[in-house]
């Protein structure tokens, strides 16, 4: 396997690799990886469906990328994804799988003119006050000393970074900033994450720098991302005559590990009556889908709040991981990730308005129709003053095929759950539908004596406690995730977000692609490349202009300097005066 960029391999087919027809697949899970690794085995890999077999836990495929409606509880989406146009392996593969709603058009031929048309922005990215602006006026409001703080954990080398927090190298010139508001809330990330996946992040999306105030920089779906991404997945490796197999858990994977070697030897299915082992050949391939940032999520209603259990059970995706890893050191340490769910739990809940009373409330502040079909918040408003750090967003109505018309569907999520909201006067993770809710129409501006009947009788509210949702975050070093295919292995591979592949950051649908293609390019050794993550890190003319907007566009000849400092960047500009280089910096207002 091996990287390319440009487009003279880009849309070249692969040949079929050798004896392929007499492989068989087994993939663990359902995810975006593994559904991504079963598509590759089609598509470039050219194994025959019938020969790939796709084994999920649950009724459905999806995996974390779900969107359904319970019957008696209503609509569910336990998280969004928020994709950009440099995504380089999910487009690689989008262009192949039809749409469902015209099979003529692409998944991506679908996405480019939903978004081309309809681009998305924010208008109100943050209130306060119940409801007013948050005042951040798409200011990062990071002083000269935060923003070097930035960029020194920007050129930290990984080895200083490994099982090291944040708080180690953000004071509060970071962490009371504009910046940090925007930074956490969008992806997530706590002041005790690892260090070493910020900076990652820092230099994966150092290019949308400047579109965090407005979000400017993403795309979204049309539907729900299980209407969206999942089922045109789904419907494309069935046509293949791919076998899924429902109700399936893989609760374990032996290995028989010498000298120069790891094979995959056998999978131990479990049903609900009983067990089954499959014995794996050396030309079979497994792909296997280590822990899970759903796993232990439980839904509440209405009325009733969504239980915290974050004990893992056998059976389970990390139960599964830690049978694997106790195998072989080179399989990753799951508990570097699991093993402490106060620090990567948050909770969410996705609001169904059911007339008219609620809209206006979110109209007001989106600026929008949100009955139009266009954009509506463009992304999450965080609310600035809440408890919770509570942040909620409407995409694109409807959200859901089977949506109601005059309903609206959105979601919310809370980034501190063990903290007592500002109207309801308890955790988040304590609270039922009705109450989250309720806490959520305080902060739009609805008069404190609406707010209970509205939460009652015009919205329906189920609430999700996703006890790991951000494991993936937590410090680590090298090794505690394994590789996609580690050394020596012959026919087997991980994928999905706790897989490490060096070249992209986790917690995007890109990483769980990425790793499914390069499993399948590795394992079967297709000769193509697989397509380069976005160099922005390394385009002088991104950096430039990541530098000038985390400093709110102020030039480098209003930091505030010393007389020295201030003589020698006197003499620079003297130096590079009518050159090419005075001219870059002019052109992204360096000077």
Known sequence: MYYSSGNYEAFVRPL??????????????????ALTAACYLVRDGQMPGKRIHIFEKDPVPGGACDGWEYPGLGYVMRGGREMDNHFEVMWDLFRSIPSIENPELSVL???????????????????????????????????????????????????????????????????NSNFWLYWRTMFAFENWHSAL?????????????????DFKALRFTRYNQYESMILPMVAYLEKAGVQFHYNTK?????????????????????????????????????FITPGGCVENSALGSQNTPAPYKPELKEGGGWDMWRRIAAQDPSFGHPDKFCGDPEKSNWMSATVTTLDDKIPPYIQKICQRDPFSGKVVTGGIVTVKDSNWLLSWTFNRQPQFR??????????????????????????????????????????????????????????????????????????????DRPDVVPREAVNFAFIGQFAETPRDTIFTTEYSMRTGMEAVYTLLDIDRGVPEVWGSTFDVRDLLNATVQLRDGRKITDMHLGLKERMALKEVLKKISGTDVETLLKEYHVI
């Open 402 to 479: 089977s949506e109601p018309k005059g309903q609206l569907v959105g979601w919310i999520y809370g980034l501190f759950s063990d903290k007592p909201g500002n109207y309801v006067k308890k955790p988040i993770r304590e609270c039922t539908g009705k109450e989250i809710c309720m806490e959520w129409l305080y902060h739009l501006g609805v008069p404190e004596g609406e707010i209970e009947y509205l939460a009652e009788h015009s919205a329906n509210t189920v609430p999700c406690m996703l006890p790991y949702i951000t494991a993936f975050f937590m410090p680590r070093a090298a090794g």
């Open 250 to 286: 893989v609760i374990d994977v032996d290995f028989d590990i010498r000298a120069g070697q790891k094979l995959a030897r056998r999978l131990t299915l479990q049903f609900e009556n009983g067990e089954e082992q499959i014995d794996l050949m050396e030309q079979d391939l497994v």
């Open 197 to 213: 996946e910020m900076k990652l992040y820092l230099r994966r999306f150092i290019h949308h720098i400047g579109g965090l105030p």
């Open 16 to 33: 079929k690799p050798e004896g392929v027809e007499r492989k068989s697949a087994y993939i663990v899970g359902t995810g975006l990886a």
């Open 109 to 175: 031929d679908e996405y480019y003119y939903l978004n081309k048309r309809d681009p998305n922005y924010s208008l109100m990215r943050a209130t306060q006050n119940r409801g007013e602006d948050g005042r951040t006026d798409g200011k990062f409001g990071l002083s000269d000393a935060g923003a070097m703080e930035i960029m020194k954990l920007f050129f930290t080398p990984d080895e200083e970074l490994y099982d090291k927090p944040i708080t180690d190298y953000f004071s509060d010139e970071v962490l």
